[in-house]
């Protein structure tokens, strides 16, 4: 950390950066950060260079620690940050590579004030949370401006105003706007009840937050109104004449099928246009080559009317089915990409493996559908249920994608079934097991001994080398590869000769070639049976499927 940055906010700034802030009201999860991705593309559709940040408001110092049940699934860049999964959306949305100093949350935000405290940074100075915090915020906004010479910064700030924990992220961008009142922009994303005894629209609760947002010194320049439905002209009247935004300024955005019509529907409702007007700030019209790859894509989820059936076996289903998507977001929409690409229709089930453990017979069920997938996890719950689902799908010839953890129990009920050892298991659920064909990964066992946890896996983008001839190598139509990982277990060597004399292939390795990263069947042996130790879902991009991804759906059309 360079002294200089103390003095960032004074420095010059990239002449015509434009920061536009999304802030939320009323309630959260209402969409703010596909709202905040759906402007940072509608802005590159008219031709900016555009980066997105995202501030967490909690201790955290990343989502990493985090159990997905409580904040949704980690979502993990290429240079491993664990972060919140709207940084995913970000990539989905733009189509780049974000890196940590995208993701913000105010334990890494205090973590740099303090560290530069201890090293008399402040040169003697009383160190405050006014100014210092809020100059610490800005100074990230600027180093992800520079990383990438942004034109235009979109960043999200988590929460709800009225919060007591956002506050110091509102100051700052107060602070810029101050400094910038030109380049600063503010998007309110709030959500417009309609109680059901009532039957009408409610405006009161975004008057309420917009007032909050007042008393934080700030004005928003636009009000995008979440609702169910549509909003009609004298709900935009009261917001107009109540929160002193112009009327042509209340952005409709009502519940829709697929996200990826948001930012088409902000463009009909004028909004690309109009934060280019307020931010004086030169635009191309929004239909260039990336605005026809978009539609064409939304094209695609519309018309797809053929169903594909895909289970989806996993254990993170304790609070009900509103977690699952959150806990599982990447793979849901990694599915989606390459079966709308194919031409089908992606319905899925989600099947809790404990199921499984209660009654084994009850695993027949999954002849009824066309593939099977098993996340990443953690633990040992549901681990036997997984094990016996996999077992089935291998013997019925059913097409099985396994995500990190599903590739380790691909291996293991391998072992187990083929090779013969019956006890063959993970370190990670049973260490006294004769037959650890999961092991810890030696640079992890310290870590792991001594309680060091947070943001310690192996993490982030590492390459691979795949095997010729391999399913592998066909879909990715190259042989080497650069995939992101969130693990602290991998494929015990030993038994590695073993697997593969009984038929296992190991398609993809370490350049060292002593991590196994792809296991696969060939597929004379099965249509499909293949497992990564990366997590092929981060680099998934609707525009840009992942070829393992679409080799899998290919197989389960096939297999229907
Ligand atoms: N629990 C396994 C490990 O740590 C798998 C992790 C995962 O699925 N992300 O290696």
Redesign the pocket.
Known sequence: MKSSNLKNIKKEKKSNCKYIFVVGGVISGVGKGVAASSIARILQDRGQTVTAIKIDPYINIDAGTMNPTEHGEVFVLDDGDECDQDMGNYERFLGINLTRINYMTTGRVYQTVIEQERNMKYGGKCVEVVPHIPLEVIRRIEEARDRIKADVVVIEIGGTVGEYQNMLFLEAARMMKIKNPKDVFFVMVSYLPIPSKIGEMKTKPTQYAVRTLNGSGIQPDVIVARSVVALDDKRKEKLAMFCNVPMDRIISAPDVDSIYDIPINFEKEGLGTMICDVVDMKCDSGDNLGAKKWKAYTNKVHNAKKELQIAVIGKYFDTGDFVLADSYLSVIEAIKYSAYTSGVKPVLTWINSVEFEKDKSAVKRLSKFDGVIVP???GSRGVEGILTAIEYVRKNKIPYFG???GM?LLVIEYARNVLGLKDANTR?VNPKSSNIIIDIMESQKELVATNKLGGS?RLGAYPAKLTKGSVAVKAYGKDVISERH?????VNNAYVERLTDKGLVFSGVSPSGTLMEIAELPTKDHPFFLGTQF?PEFLARPLDPHPLFTAFIKACIKNK
Request: with cysteine; glycine share 14%; net charge neutral.
């Open positions: 990443g996890g953690f995500l990190c953890y380790q990670e896996m969130r693990h602290r277990y991998e997590h």
